[in-house]
């Protein structure tokens, strides 16, 4: 079984110095991951016909068996399948399946001794899931390994792990050890993927910590690669677009807004026309979408799911009304990759509250989220963009 230098790194790391927490953060399609999996399944092999208990934790059960569980299969050669207690068995030992992503899911861990861990996506779990497990892995020699994609250097992944890396228990064995994963660091990946995943990865805070791996507070504009210069356009000219669709965000003392979007046969998107007005009801927004029906058909309408009753009257209106997906990070980062890679463009004369936003639209530095100040137009163009690329985004397994 081959491993990259840094695997190796790491795998010499395990043999040699023996961490008891053992951290790899860092770029996306870094394999982390997957050297994570080994150490862990070489680890339950120790303790081969004890029946003792692990413990394996991800965001979610579907991530978990995404990115953990899938691939265990495929090194010991036979089909996983979980028990009533979400468990299974290896070696002659039990392995727990967690959900950790909820501030209650620390819960799930209590009531028991677990000799190791293996905790997937760490700045996705919530942090009192990831302390319970880590006091639960009480029996002698119990080793937890964590692998994550860095987030903002306040997480407390980084600051209560990451940042001690080194630290030492009193019996001189070393207690944490952390490694850092860049891109280039997986040798095994065709250059030209490489090549363009650096290009469509959004300036700024995706660079930095997707394909660099680091651990950096998102600053500034959000939406960086935006060029008023190429983005923006005059005309629909000589443009066969394939279908329309539309977001929609709710207001009345901020903007309500509705946008609607086109594809086109080459794969590229374009903001046709923005509404967006305060202090307006229902019944008007309802009178706008008619409005646009007439013009583009029966389309699509991707709405913030935060008013379930304003979709309700839509849908009696023979409005073909969808609850948007809202993932605010990974929306974002849908958008931003459009811009970078000039595949989404704007009607610049059919646009006005949207040529504010783009460059008043701003990272909040404290909590590395956006500031929720000129994001009408924005909220809109995200959930239209993001929900309707999903499927795509799973049948390619693009990011």
């Known amino acids: 079984m081959e491993l990259t230098p840094k695997q190796i790194e790491v795998v010499e790391s395990v043999r040699t110095e023996n961490p008891k927490i053992l951290i790899l953060s860092g770029a996306k399609r870094a394999g982390k991951t997957y050297v994570a999996i080994l150490l862990y399944l070489g680890h339950i092999a120790t303790y081969e016909g004890q029946g003792l208990s692990f413990v394996i934790g991800g965001a979610t059960y579907s991530s978990i068996w995404r990115n953990i569980l899938n691939d265990i299969e495929n090194i010991i050669g036979r089909e996983i399948k979980l028990d009533k207690t979400n468990a299974f068995e290896i070696f002659g030992n039990k392995i727990y399946v967690f959900d950790g992503s909820k501030s209650d899911s620390w819960k799930k861990a209590r009531g028991f001794t677990a000799a190791g861990a293996l905790l997937n996506e760490g700045t996705a779990l919530h942090d009192n899931f990831v302390k319970e497990v880590i006091s639960r892995c009480s029996y002698k020699g119990a080793k937890i390994i964590i692998d994550t994609n860095p987030e903002n250097p306040a997480h407390p992944v980084k600051e209560d792990y990451i940042d001690k890396d080194g630290q030492r228990l009193e019996s001189g064995r070393l207690n944490i050890r952390a490694f850092h994963f860049t891109l280039y660091d997986n040798v095994f990946l065709d250059p030209e993927y490489v090549e363009s995943i650096v290009a469509s990865t959004p300036s700024g805070m995706f ?10 507070a998102a600053e500034g504009v959000i939406y960086k690669d935006f060029d008023k210069n190429k983005h923006y356009i005059a005309s629909m000219e000589g443009i066969n677009f394939i279908r329309y669709f539309a977001g929609v965000d709710w207001g009345y003392e901020h903007h309500g807004s509705i946008v609607v979007i086109g594809e086109d046969d080459k794969g590229c998107y374009y903001l046709l026309e923005e509404h967006a007005h305060q202090h307006q009801e229902i019944d008007f927004w309802v009178d706008v979408v008619k409005e646009i029906q007439s013009r583009y058909g029966n389309i699509f309408f991707y709405c913030d799911s935060a008013r379930p009753e304003h979709i309700q009257r839509f849908r009696r209106e023979r409005i073909r009304a969808v609850n ?15 811009f970078k890679t000039d595949k989404l463009k704007v009607v610049k004369n059919n646009v006005k509250r949207f040529d504010k936003e783009i460059f008043l639209y701003v990272w909040n530095e404290v909590t590395g989220e956006p500031v929720k100040q000129w994001d009408d137009v924005l909220d809109s163009l995200r959930y239209a963009i993001y929900t309707q690329l999903k499927p795509q985004r799973r049948r390619t397994g693009s990011r």
């Open 207 to 216: 660079t930095d910590r997707d394909i660099k791996g680091q651990w950096v």
């Open 324 to 338: 948007a997906d809202k993932a605010v990070i990974a929306g974002i980062e849908e958008v931003a990759r459009l």
